[in-house]
């Protein structure tokens, strides 16, 4: 499984077809930093949907995904692949990420990908506000992916 590494910006992916962008989110409902500022911007309907489940009686857990379809032929999915929003927030000073709650998001991301025959775009997930570390990412990413047959692709923006 190969992951094609793009210069450019996840909320414009590259080729044709079905396109999937996937990007983490914290388990306590908040929305404000980071990737999701453009991402409410040009689909403000992913902010929405992330916020109004966690006003229902069983709010989205670690490892829990909302898959969005913000256009023909795009969809976002919201990973709760992060608890909390600080490092100050979690005991011991451990980093918000959660990596086995993203692995468990991505597989579900590879079963949805197959089904719509879709390939998938991503930010480097959990590496930025989440305190992550892309070494411990990027074998997650072939984890969830090796198993299936489509493009997955990670953006970096230009300097």
Known sequence: MIINYITGDALKPVGEGN??????CNDIGAW???FVLPLAKK??????VYLDAFKSATPPQLGDI???????????????????????????????VRYEAILAALRQVAVIATELSAAVHMPRIGCGLAGGTWDKIEPLIQDAFSPVE??????????
């Open 19 to 24: 396109k999937i962008i996937v990007h983490v």
């Open 32 to 34: 404000g930093k980071g």
């Open 43 to 48: 689909w403000p309907r992913t902010k929405a």
């Open 66 to 96: 909302q898959l969005i379809n913000v256009e023909q032929n795009m969809w976002v999915v919201n990973m709760i692949g992060q608890h909390k929003i600080t490092t100050r927030q979690t005991k011991g000073g451990i980093p918000p």
């Open 150 to 159: 489509v493009g997955v692709y990670v953006y970096d923006l230009a300097e």
